[in-house]
């Protein structure tokens, strides 16, 4: 059983390799206890919840809740902040009841004076050591409440000094990994954008001392894919309190008798093996219990996006000139970017406007798109759906549909206005037109770009604010209705890069566009920092052109990820084309590996100019090594994750040798290049 309760007043969360704990204290407070390795007794939690007791009679900020609300003597950041329609804003609550069904716990926090609760809803996933947190407010009141924040979770994590962990960035250096210590005041990480962003993460790690391979680290990641908050605040009285839900930044929602609102769940773990062990663990729950079922097992195809090559300038001919050199370089998969639908010339037309442009298709997509099939590849295509021109049909019929401000000039960001997500027509027009488009063409594949963020905050049904979580609803609509209606078709989640890239977009997509930077070693960074939350299927990388640069050191940096071609394949030559072909069979080679093994990060770029990565399953597994220095190349590296009895034939540049695991995790070998700026492949296979 993974939830105990014991006494009725305290519950014991247990998962394969952890433990949480919280109690019920003397005035029916819940206080957080314990979260960490499992415990041989949860009784012993009894004696802990009375003796803190004594402590800290009252209450306030030396408390460690497990739901903290403004008001009563609190100075710290809280899951809630409310105000009852006499004005009153505080939130005292007792445990009304504690109610377990299988792996799902609900605990209920009712205010003694109002009609109002909040239930703390927790699903316990025991295989994959994760806990699922979220918050739901019931309004039972004769009078409204009005909510100005619901966080999905709170953790205060015992002691100081934390290390608290983020991404930072911004358009084309997404993902930048954002280590700091909080020994004093709070850090927040935040979106109010509309939809997560390039800047922040909705997600989190906390620890002290952890490295790749050690310590212990909490963490957590937030499903949601529109305004969040992360905020980490190292409360005085010697905990970090960590909350994290939907951003309160121009947020409120009010509860009528009888209303409820459910705050998107928040999925915490906790590993002792550092952030590798984190991400291994976050990567297994990913592919387990996020990605769409019908294609995680499927691996991504090698692709060709044609964007690079052509831009806007969408020439059928050309395309198909490409596609026939992508299908000799053995391209699985071929996408037309931006540029193919109305008058689409450049950035400034034709969003809206999804027929195909007939000047650019004279005989029809239909034409291309069998050209394509005949190649034995699949063929993919991009759309920007809540997206709009001023110079557009759609804008021209219907300029009420955009998020604006009655007396204010409308602004663009990339010359084009934000469709208003919150009216439901808006979400049916679309539906009907990309159901149309899927419908009447071979479309196997869509690239799903978003390339500005909300400004004008206008909720159409009138409430102002809720307006950026129906934004998000709405386009959450649109993207399962056309899953359902679609289930043969693939989808790629973009936005100008990766400002898309969480969670609940990974429940809905079948793999991400991290950046629109594919310099490799601006891309080595990005994907470090990416693949903390986020594996390496989910990982979109194409190899593009930049002639200072080796192909294969390209190609290979690429090839961390799910692989993809960008380069204009039309201005090279055989020899360049052979070469091509030589990294997408090596690829294809590697890639059971890369998209399903599990991921060790066992050198970091920013440690010196190497980046050695290891991936690894059962049979294969495959070292990729990235060298950007011009130092010594590095001896020989020690693997991890191999069996230690079985034997390994290894293939790379300590050529082809026959191996223990154990002599590979023990001495090593070599797996890096002699060269500055060279990218290596080793292949690992079980014998
Ligand atoms: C931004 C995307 O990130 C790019 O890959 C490309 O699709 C362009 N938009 C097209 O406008």
């Not at 957590?220 to 894919?225: D, I, M």
């Not at 370089?329 to 109305?342: K, Q, R, S």
């Not at 629109?516 to 594996?535: A, H, M, V, W």
Request: with cysteine.
């Amino acid at each position: 059983m993974s939830i105990r309760v014991f006494e009725n007043r305290l519950i014991l969360l247990e998962t394969a390799h952890t433990a949480y704990a919280m109690g019920v204290d003397a005035v029916g407070v819940l206080r957080h206890l314990y979260y960490g390795a499992k415990v041989a007794r949860g009784e012993d939690f009894l004696d802990e919840l009375d003796r803190i007791q004594d402590l800290w009679p009252n209450g306030g900020d030396r408390v460690a809740e497990e739901f903290s609300a403004a008001g009563c003597l609190r100075n710290k950041e809280t899951s809630l902040r409310l105000r009852y329609a006499d004005r009153t804003r505080d939130f005292r609550y007792a445990v009304e009841k504690i109610d377990v069904q299988g792996e799902r716990l609900t605990v209920t926090l009712k205010d003694a004076d109002y009609g109002f609760a909040v239930e703390l809803l927790y699903t316990v996933l025991p295989e994959h050591d994760i806990i699922g947190r979220a918050a739901r407010a019931v309004n039972l009141d004769e009078e409204a409440v009005e909510l100005t924040r619901l966080f999905s979770m709170e953790l205060p994590l015992p002691g100081d000094d934390y290390e608290f962990l983020n991404m930072t960035g911004h358009w084309g250096a997404e993902h930048q990994l954002c280590i700091e210590r909080v020994s004093g005041g709070k850090k927040v990480y935040e979106s109010v954008h509309g939809t997560t962003a390039f800047d922040a993460q909705p997600n989190w790690a906390a620890g002290r001392g952890v490295t790749e391979t050690a310590g212990e680290v909490w963490f957590g990641a937030l499903q949601w894919t529109g305004n969040f908050k992360v905020v980490a605040e190292s409360v005085p009285y010697h905990y970090l309190n960590v909350t994290a839900g939907v951003s309160d930044a121009g947020f409120s929602r009010t509860l009528r008798r009888g209303e409820a609102y459910e705050t998107p769940v928040a999925w915490l773990g906790f590993s002792r093996e550092g952030y590798g062990g984190m991400s291994r663990l976050l990567h297994r729950f990913a592919h387990d219990c996020l990605m769409p079922a019908a294609r995680r097992d499927e691996p991504l195809e090698v692709l060709y996006n044609s964007w690079y090559a052509t831009e806007f300038d969408v020439v059928c001919e050309e395309q198909e000139r490409l596609a026939d050199k992508a299908a000799k370089a053995g391209v699985e998969l071929f996408v037309i970017d931006d540029g193919w639908f109305g008058q689409r010339a450049n950035d400034r037309a034709g969003l809206g406007d999804w027929y195909v442009n007939p000047e650019k298709f004279p005989q029809g997509l239909a034409h291309l798109i069998d050209h394509v099939h005949g190649l034995g590849m699949r063929f993919g295509l991009w759309i920007e759906p809540e997206m709009v021109n001023p110079d557009s049909d759609l804008f021209r019929a219907h300029p009420d549909w955009i998020y604006a401000y009655p007396r204010r000039e409308t602004v663009t960001g990339r010359n084009q206005y934000c469709l208003n997500m919150t009216r439901p027509e808006v979400v049916d027009h679309l539906i009907e037109v990309f159901d149309r488009l899927l419908t009447e063409h071979g479309i196997d594949y869509i690239k799903w770009d978003m390339n500005r963020f909300m400004a004008e905050a206008l909720d159409d049904g009138g409430e102002d604010g809720m307006v950026y979580v129906h934004h998000a609803q709405g386009v959450i609509r649109l993207a399962r209705a056309l899953r359902e209606r679609h289930p043969e078709v693939s989808f790629e989640a973009c936005a100008g890069g990766g400002a898309r890239v969480n969670y609940e977009t990974m429940s809905i997509f079948d793999q991400f566009w991290p950046s629109d930077n594919t310099d490799p070693i601006d891309r080595c960074r990005i994907q470090e920092g990416y693949s903390y939350f986020y594996p390496a299927k989910y990982m979109r990388a194409w190899v593009t052109d930049d002639p200072r640069l080796p192909f294969t050191f390209r190609a290979r940096c690429a090839m961390c990820g799910s692989f993809g071609v960008g380069s204009n394949l039309n201005a090279m030559s055989d020899a360049e084309l052979e070469e091509v072909r030589a990294e997408v069979a090596l690829y294809k080679r590697i890639r059971p590996a890369v998209q399903f093994g599990e991921l060790y990060r066992l050198r970091s770029m920013r440690e010196g100019g190497v980046q050695i990565w290891q991936y690894v399953t059962e049979k294969l597994s495959a070292v990729i090594s990235v060298v950007d220095h011009t130092l010594d190349p590095t001896g020989p590296v020690r693997l991890q994750g191999l069996e230690p009895d079985a034997i390994y034939r290894v293939e790379g540049p300590c050529g082809t040798r026959t191996l223990s695991g154990a002599y590979l995790m023990g001495q090593g070998v070599q797996v890096t290049g002699s060269r500055h700026l060279s990218a290596e492949v080793t292949v690992i296979e079980k014998l």
